[in-house]
């Protein structure tokens, strides 16, 4: 009964999510732009690349061409513009924001003040933390000048840094299992490096989907403006104590040491962490054999016993355990026997449909040939498979899985597999 209620609230839930996923669509198309899709190229400004290692300020401003606004939160509205031939995100004060709209009782102009020193304290930030899954900052303009609102021009406050775009979790969700897999080693890899960055120990304080953004399949972290730097002080160990999220049960407690709460940021992000991207990302969707493992991790740090150190060591054991096949047992590594191998052919056509991939072909990655294999016997269709010269970002090989061996044909690049007694 219980897990009947449980499953309705999940069907309830996922249908919210694509009602709003569609509304979202539904707002962006009649306020005339998209926030994820990239629009024609226009024509290139002056002369500058990301890697160009030149900071952009106050006088390359103006030139960021075809400004739509893209995002905005309680602080910054964000902008997409073309610069020098590429996108870029370009952060301002959201004038129109909550940190503007709350400070009703002081000058406009100070407000704002205080919205750019933000600003600028983000960038210094986010440089100083740089790394391959935080976004990159390519220059800032914070003048000391009087408050001016609107798109980015001369006299505003802005930063411009890489172009992202939003981490959706219907997305997310419909993302094969690699994809997320990946994700997953990204959030590992942010949370070790808060845990050790150069500032010191850094708390997340709203560790949100909304802080971080997708570039090219990779997670970064974009929004650090309301980050706590340096672990929080206290006297005994009951100032060290870590809530649930509902802040009605005490979860774990670390040790007052100095008087400093240590490893208290570090731990606290992973809880975040795992409820926020791990739940979504890790358990289901790959191999069965790592479904156990998954779900312990998820479990483990949704209980505050896996700080960021153990969460990232965790993560990166899971991911190299499935680029190995290192889950595959003796019988199905020994399954490759039963194939002979034709380097350098390839079967036209006779292609099937399997749940492991979407469309008419059945095609998955593999740790190995033996793996492949053992699939392939465990698909009644399945007679052969051939091999690509194609690798995931996990090291794992493309195989295309065959119901038969009609038209074989030479094929330098594929490495082709008949189950013996087929063909
Ligand atoms: N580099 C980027 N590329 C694309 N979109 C971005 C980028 N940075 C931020 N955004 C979008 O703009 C939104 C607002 O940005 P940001 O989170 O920095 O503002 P904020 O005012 O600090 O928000 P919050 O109130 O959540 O703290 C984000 O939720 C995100 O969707």
């Known amino acids: 009964m219980a897990s009947l209620s449980r499953l309705s609230l999940y069907v309830t839930v996922y249908l919210f999510l694509c009602l709003l996923a569609n509304l979202t669509l539904v707002v962006m198309f009649l306020g005339g732009h998209t926030t994820h899709q990239h629009h024609t190229r226009p024509a290139p400004t002056p002369a500058w690349t990301p890697a160009s290692g030149h900071s952009l300020g106050c006088d390359e401003l103006p030139a960021i061409a075809n400004l739509t606004l893209i995002g905005s939160g309680w602080t910054k509205a964000v902008y997409r513009g ?164 509902t802040k009605e049960h005490v979860l774990t407690t670390v040790a007052c040491d100095g008087g400093l709460c240590h490893g208290h940021n570090s731990l606290l992000n992973s809880i975040y962490a795992g409820q926020h991207f791990m739940r979504l990302l890790l358990p289901y969707g790959g191999p069965a054999a790592l479904e156990a493992a998954s779900l312990h991790l998820v479990e483990q740090q949704s209980l505050g016993r896996l700080d ?29 026997q039963n194939f002979v191998v034709l380097p350098g052919s390839t079967v036209e056509g006779e292609d099937f449909p399997c749940l492991r991939s979407d469309g008419a072909q059945c095609v998955q990655s593999v740790s190995s040939p033996a793996e492949a294999a053992s699939l ?48």
């Open 308 to 336: 960021s150190e153990h969460l990232h060591t965790a993560i990166e054991a899971l991911a190299l355990n499935y680029s190995m096949g290192g889950y595959l047992t003796q019988a199905e590594k020994q399954e490759i």
């Open 82 to 245: 073309w610069y020098g031939g590429s996108w870029v995100a370009v952060k301002t004060v959201h004038t129109a924001g909550h940190d503007m709209s709350e400070c009703r009782g002081e000058e406009a102009s100070v407000c704002y003040r205080r919205c750019a020193n933000k600003l600028r304290q983000e960038a210094r930030w986010l440089t100083k933390l740089s790394h391959a899954n935080v976004i990159k900052v390519f220059g800032e303009c914070v003048p000391e000048v009087e408050y001016s609102a609107g798109p980015p021009r001369s006299g505003v406050a802005a930063v411009v840094v890489e172009l992202g775009q939003p981490v959706r979790i219907v997305e997310v969700l419909q993302m094969g299992y690699e994809a997320r897999l990946k994700l997953a080693v990204d959030v590992g890899r942010i949370l070790q490096l808060l845990a050790h960055s150069p500032l010191g120990p850094v708390l997340m304080k709203d560790f949100r989907r909304e802080q971080f953004v997708l570039v090219d399949g990779s997670l970064k972290l974009s929004d650090v403006d309301d980050v706590v730097v340096g672990e929080p002080a206290c006297s005994t160990a009951q100032d060290c104590v870590i809530h649930d999220t």
């Open 376 to 423: 392939c016997s465990q698909l009644p269709a399945c007679s052969a498979f051939v091999l690509l010269q194609h690798w995931t970002w996990t090291g794992r090989q493309t195989a295309v899985f065959k119901k038969g061996t009609g038209k074989v044909r030479e094929e330098r690049r594929h490495t082709l597999y008949v189950r013996r007694g087929q063909g």
